[in-house]
């Protein structure tokens, strides 16, 4: 989906809107007051005192219909220079208008704003020439907004649009806009009963509600079996740690403000933690250690804590308490090339089971003029940074480099991803780092007797289960493959009388799996639509004719037909399936 805040020609046009919006209401609405329209990345929005009036469905057209007569009109638009003496004596009766102007720079001398006909507004610009280029457009929804989005303000009216130079363009962008709604992971996972949030729980803090746990634990389940063949131990560690555990890591200089603030508890400073390579760290250095040993993979699936403001909080997306597929590999120099290989293998491999094609590799290299974020060593950079080039070059990955994307310790291949709709995601990411072991003062014995310092690889696959899960519901609409599947069989036998005896015995041959029968006193039909609304992959329909010839009937999700086989057949299909991840 395209991007309108960073297209130059939508923008403008988008930005011209968002008065042409502002015009149209306050002819409806003489009394309305206006705080800022900006554009954002879905089209524009306007903020709007309208007293004690609330915007309703029923005066979105209303304000469309003065839009349109607005543009038919075709007014020029003309842009304005004033000084700032004379901006706050045009807006004197207005005090959101008072109020941007005197919080303008001090060298602002010259304020711009803009008038279309009967309307004037203060905007830096740029608009496009008349109100005539301003035909397509569309506006999306409303909502509350709190003034300078701050609870203690008055809440002001914000309604959405979207504008384009062809009506085509628009109609494709609405049908884009319908699917990503269709998609939002939010709406599905409250329709399949996946997962919820609560303001008492906090924002960013989802539920994970029974059909959300069964998915995150098969995730876990499937990635653990993957990571046990690669020679991956797994540990606990604590959800806190002490402040000089994160000050020893660098990370509370580096990474504080992405962290909850510190608790006092007895004679100790503790923080929620933020990552696990700390824990990790202490764990390696728990034990003294031979080259012979290397590599070492711990792997955790940790629950971490990280602040995000809220209004970029989104559903399972974006959270302040993520659990992540995480692990740190203990590897010596002359090892970073293979490890550094199958941890890219496994990606690949792990993709290859998703069904995720439309990926891309990014190199996050420093920026070497940021000596504040990224620990001053050119050394140590310029060795980990051509080490990760190597190795990608070795493995013939196609990649692009992005300056000052590193992590501050280190190098980092992130794979971004992208999704049905929406931008790119970085889902997997693998760091190189040979600062923190330095940091831990981590060591291993050599083939000669001396004390070498290893190398740590960061490395997390799904990224966090949260993200992956969001990501993997938008890809299906919750149509989940049927190992993934919450419920994976819906079992629905016509008539309880004559046939509930049938279907409690094959939902004893199916006990190895996620079956739910279905004996409500409902109609078939209705069953039926039901199965389909929760998309459960398998379907039973057990009547007369199944009970006479043992057989069952089954329907897949997504399909009209019937087929008609013995259990035995239904529960190798099952197993296949499964085994597969089909």
């Not at 915007?55 to 000084?83: C, Y």
């Not at 711990?298 to 993520?322: H, P």
């Not at 992590?407 to 794979?415: E, H, I, S």
């Not at 996620?514 to 039973?540: A, C, F, Q």
Request: glycine share 6%.
């Amino acid at each position: 989906m395209i991007n309108i805040k960073e297209d130059e020609r939508l923008n403008k046009l988008n930005h011209s809107c968002a008065h042409l919006l502002a015009q149209a209401v306050k002819h409806l609405y003489p009394n309305a007051k206006f705080w800022v329209g900006p554009v954002i990345e879905e089209g524009f929005y306007y903020d709007i005192d309208l007293g004690d009036k609330v915007i309703t469905d029923e005066d979105i057209p209303l304000i469309e219909k003065e839009m349109k007569k607005i543009a038919k009109d075709g007014k020029r638009i003309v842009r304005h220079e004033i000084s700032k003496e004379e901006a706050l004596e045009m807006f004197k009766d207005d005090s959101y208008k008072l109020d941007l102007i005197s919080r303008m720079d001090e060298n602002d001398t010259i304020i711009s704003c803009y008038t279309q006909g009967d309307f004037t507004d203060l905007c830096r610009g740029p608009h496009v020439d008349t109100v005539k280029e301003l035909k397509h457009f569309k506006l999306l929804k409303f909502s509350g907004a709190y003034w300078k989005g701050d609870s203690k303000n008055k809440m002001l009216q914000r309604i959405y649009g979207v504008c384009f130079d062809k009506e085509e363009d628009l109609n494709e962008y609405l049908k884009e806009l319908e699917e990503a709604q269709a998609r939002d992971h939010r709406k599905i996972g409250k329709a399949l009963d996946i997962f919820t949030t609560n303001d008492l729980v906090g924002k960013g803090m989802p539920l994970w509600l029974p059909n959300g746990a069964i998915i995150r634990k098969e995730l876990e389940n499937y990635i653990y079996k993957k990571e046990q063949k690669l020679g991956y131990d797994h540990v606990y560690t604590p959800c806190v740690g002490t402040t000089d555990l994160y000050k020893t890591s660098g990370h509370w200089d580096h990474y504080k403000e992405n962290m909850f603030p510190s608790m006092q508890v007895d004679e100790e400073e503790f923080v929620l933690r933020p990552m696990n390579c700390p824990h990790h760290m202490l764990i390696y250095a728990n034990t003294i250690h031979s080259y012979r040993d290397l590599p070492i993979r711990i792997g955790e699936f940790a629950t971490d804590f990280r602040y995000e403001a809220s209004g970029a909080v989104k559903g399972l997306e974006r959270v302040r308490c993520m659990c992540q597929n995480d692990a740190h590999l203990f590897v010596t120099p002359e090892q970073i090339g293979d490890e550094f290989k199958k941890v890219v293998e496994l990606i690949l491999d792990v993709y290859h089971d998703f069904g995720i094609k439309n990926y891309k590799f990014r190199l996050s290299l420093r920026d070497k003029n940021d000596k504040e974020k990224y620990f001053d060593d050119d050394k140590m950079w310029d060795e980990a940074e051509n080490k990760l080039r190597e190795v990608l070059n070795g493995l013939n990955i196609n990649y692009y480099e992005a300056i000052g994307e590193a992590a501050f310790y280190g190098p980092k291949l992130d794979v971004e991803v992208k999704p049905a709709v929406g931008p790119e995601i970085t889902l997997s990411t693998c760091q190189l780092d040979f600062l923190l072991p330095r940091r831990f003062e981590l060591n291993y014995i050599d083939r000669e007797g001396n004390k070498q310092v290893p190398v740590v690889i960061h490395r997390a696959i799904f990224g966090t289960f949260d993200r992956f899960t969001a990501f993997i519901l938008e890809e299906t609409k919750g149509a989940l493959p049927l190992w993934l599947a919450p419920t994976q069989i819906n079992i629905i036998p016509v008539n309880n009388e004559y046939h509930l005896t049938y279907a409690k015995d094959i939902k004893e041959k199916l006990s190895d799996y996620r079956v739910k029968l279905d004996d409500r006193d409902e109609k078939l039909g209705y069953k039926m639509r039901e199965s389909v609304i929760n998309k459960i992959p398998i379907t039973l329909i057990l009547g007369q004719k199944e009970v006479d010839s043992q057989t069952v009937s089954y329907r897949m999700y997504g399909s009209e037909e019937t087929i008609t086989v013995s259990a035995e057949e239904l529960i190798q299909l099952i197993n296949n399936k499964i085994k597969n991840k089909n």
